[in-house]
Nanobody
């Protein structure tokens, strides 16, 4: 069964850091680009970041997280990461990873606006930023 599972969520004080992991099971992430999304309480889901398929791939970020969040991947571990630094209360949300298949995304990070390009979704990990 093909699955994406997020881990690493939790509670942190403002200014703190967390690292989310997105682990694939049942398939290889070698040919999949990954997008990170979040849904804050009472809000629509929004794109946060994306990374192209190759190890050391190219990345894209929403303006709200640029300079604070970093996406990376280790294809040997079938895992993608989202390092989140300088967290703010408004970063509180359930974070999802999603996988997009295709040669279009080998070098180019996939859109974090068009959710229809993603083939698989994780169930999410809760991140709470509060003092």
């Amino acid at each position: 069964q093909m699955q994406l599972v997020e881990s690493g969520g939790g509670s942190v004080q403002p200014g703190g850091s967390l690292r989310l992991s997105c682990i694939a099971s049942g398939f290889s992430l070698d040919h999949y680009a990954i997008g990170w999304f979040r849904r804050a309480p009472g809000k629509e889901r929004e794109g946060v970041s994306s990374i192209s398929a190759i190890t050391g791939g190219n990345t894209d970020y929403a303006n709200s997280v640029k300079g604070r969040f970093t996406a990376s991947r280790d294809n040997a571990k079938n895992t993608v990461y989202l390092q989140m630094n300088s967290l703010k209360p408004e970063d509180t949300a359930v974070y999802f990873c999603a996988a997009a298949y295709g040669s279009s995304w080998y070098w180019q990070p996939p859109s974090i606006v068009d959710e229809s390009i993603y083939d698989y979704w994780g169930k999410g990990a809760l991140v709470t930023v509060s003092s």
